[in-house]
């Protein structure tokens, strides 16, 4: 399946769960370490922001990756983020470009369907990170953890997952039979519990 229908999958997935919180909410923390869920927002929506612009030839630019503080409109910020990066990824021709992540180092750029891969698990992954922080029940779909699987396989878990800013934390340990979500979610160094 096109990677691009499997990240939007996962993007419409978390813009669902985010739909679900309130302002009261945006102090809850998260399971990505030191977060509220109004930091992990501004994460998610600068992230969003920063992929689009690779998509559509600007992801150099360091600006366009930056975070924001989350304002009053936090709920609505994300929701067009997220239908800015749908948008991007859904152009004619964009798995023929190379995507610019600086935030990978500078000067760096992967295939599209290689970035937009990233995207994909981040946001599969961030999709129950928001769940976790409301309360909510996240069940991945089938398909969009298998696909997600070798992605999370190739994540490199060496001592970059210990800088600051690591988009990754250590994998973690789980039981050998672990469903394979839980699996990836240990593979990117959150407790599936």
Same mark, same amino acid.
């Given at each position: 399946m096109d990677i691009r229908e499997l990240d939007r999958r996962a993007v419409r997935a978390s813009v669902?769960?985010?739909?679900?919180?309130?302002?009261?909410?945006?102090g809850r923390p998260?399971?990505?370490?030191?977060?509220?869920?109004?930091?992990?927002?501004?994460?998610?929506? *600068? @992230?969003?922001? +920063?992929?689009?612009?690779? !998509? %559509?030839?600007?992801?150099?630019?360091? $600006?366009?990756?930056?975070?924001?503080?989350?304002?009053?409109?936090?709920?609505s910020a994300y929701a067009g983020a997220a239908e800015r990066v749908m948008t991007a990824f859904a152009q004619?021709?964009?798995?023929?470009?190379?995507?610019?992540?600086?935030?990978f180092g500078r000067g760096l750029t992967f295939p599209a369907a290689q970035a937009i891969g990233f995207h994909f698990i981040d946001y599969l992954v961030h999709g129950w990170?928001? *769940? @976790?922080?409301? +309360?909510?029940?996240?069940? !991945? %779909?089938?398909?969009?953890?298998?696909? $997600?699987w070798p992605i999370a396989r190739a994540v490199p878990d060496d001592g970059r997952r210990r800088r600051p800013g690591a988009a990754f934390q250590p994998s973690l340990v789980v039981p050998e039979d672990a469903d394979r979500f839980s699996r990836i979610l240990a593979m990117l160094g959150r407790s599936p519990a």
């Amino acid at each position: 399946m096109d990677i691009r229908e499997l990240d939007r999958r996962a993007v419409r997935a978390s813009v669902d769960l985010v739909a679900k919180a309130t302002a009261e909410d945006l102090g809850r923390p998260t399971p990505c370490a030191g977060w509220t869920l109004a930091d992990l927002l501004a994460h998610m929506t *600068a @992230q969003h922001r +920063g992929f689009a612009a690779a !998509a %559509e030839g600007a992801g150099a630019d360091l $600006a366009v990756w930056r975070v924001e503080p989350p304002g009053d409109d936090a709920f609505s910020a994300y929701a067009g983020a997220a239908e800015r990066v749908m948008t991007a990824f859904a152009q004619d021709g964009v798995l023929d470009r190379e995507f610019a992540l600086p935030e990978f180092g500078r000067g760096l750029t992967f295939p599209a369907a290689q970035a937009i891969g990233f995207h994909f698990i981040d946001y599969l992954v961030h999709g129950w990170d928001v *769940a @976790q922080s409301l +309360g909510v029940e996240f069940t !991945a %779909e089938p398909e969009l953890v298998e696909a $997600a699987w070798p992605i999370a396989r190739a994540v490199p878990d060496d001592g970059r997952r210990r800088r600051p800013g690591a988009a990754f934390q250590p994998s973690l340990v789980v039981p050998e039979d672990a469903d394979r979500f839980s699996r990836i979610l240990a593979m990117l160094g959150r407790s599936p519990a």
